[in-house]
């Protein structure tokens, strides 16, 4: 697997998303031996990022990194994100909360959820609008220089508070949406920023939460599915976003791989500080998108993929 660097901390060109395996899509379906083995496999392919979070479960995704990686002996194989900042309110509400405070105690209670001693890349999932930015990251330095931390992310930032938050202490990585049909990190600048500065791009959903690899239907989606209630997966917004599937399908009939390689491919042609970070709970699926790194999309590739028409929905 090549790699790629967030700031100084290098990973595999292709990370894991580990929140599926207990949280958001189709939960019912998982199985745990499965998610063991997919864990296991993502190892053995030389995927070394796995990115979790404290509210994915609430609070049961980091515990499957303990009990399926760390209690395995794998620790030293991965690096493993995980953030802080959002707080479940109830089962499809939550607030934000950047106290240094509540920051503080969320790193213990990760460490301990995780089983480790040191966070890899300790993210802000998302900015409190309540604190300044740079109160937050300030408290989030002070956890690297205590140790229990070695790289510090920001998720869905904006160009001005990457820069507060990267002038108080360096920004590794900025975690986002990126894919076919979501570019507005693009548009607004904090992709080039991310370049500019030396800061790594983790792209999520860099599969369009499944639907850009065109197996995902309306009926697909299960009653508790986070997708069941977002604007671009009602069957009307899917049907009329279906050409933009069609456009990706045909390129990768012209390459010869799947709609999912090519739609990775496209993020990692992006920048070579883009990682994306798709997420799954099955070696299948895993085994497929790790392949994607050896696919290098040509320049009618790419000129067919900008050409595709937008979503007509917006993501949330």
Known sequence: MDTRTLGELHVSAIGLGCMPMSWAYN???????????????????????????DVYGPFTNEELIRDYVVRAGLRDHVVIATKAGLVPIDATTYGRNGSPEHI???????????????IDLYQLHRVDPAVPVEETWGAMAELVAAGKVRYLGLSEASVEEIRAADDVHPVSSVQSELSVWTEEN?????????????????????????????????????????????????????????????????????????????ALAWVLAQGDHVVPIPGTKRRR???????????VL???????????????????
Do not use: K
């Open 186 to 262: 693009v548009v607004n600048g904090v992709l080039a920023l991310t370049q500019e500065r030396g800061i790594g791009f983790l792209a999520y959903c860099p599969l369009g939460r499944g639907f850009l690899t065109g197996a995902l239907t309306a009926d697909g989606i299960g009653e508790g599915d986070f997708r069941s209630a977002n604007p671009r997966f009602t069957p009307e917004a899917m049907a009329a976003n279906a050409a933009i599937v069609d456009g990706v399908r045909a390129v990768a009939a012209r390459r010869g791989v799947t709609a999912a390689q090519v």
């Open 27 to 53: 939960v019912g379906q998982a199985d745990p031996a499965e998610v063991e083995a997919t864990l296991h496999r993502a190892v053995e392919l030389g995927i070394t990022l796995l990115d979790t979070a």
């Open 285 to 295: 699926w895993l085994e497929e998108n790790a392949a994607a790194v050896d696919l």
């Open 298 to 316: 040509e320049p009618v590739d790419l000129a067919d993929l900008a050409s595709l028409p937008r979503s007509v929905a917006p993501r949330y």
């Open 104 to 118: 503080r105690a969320a790193c213990d209670a990760s460490l301990t959820r995780l089983g480790v001693d040191t």
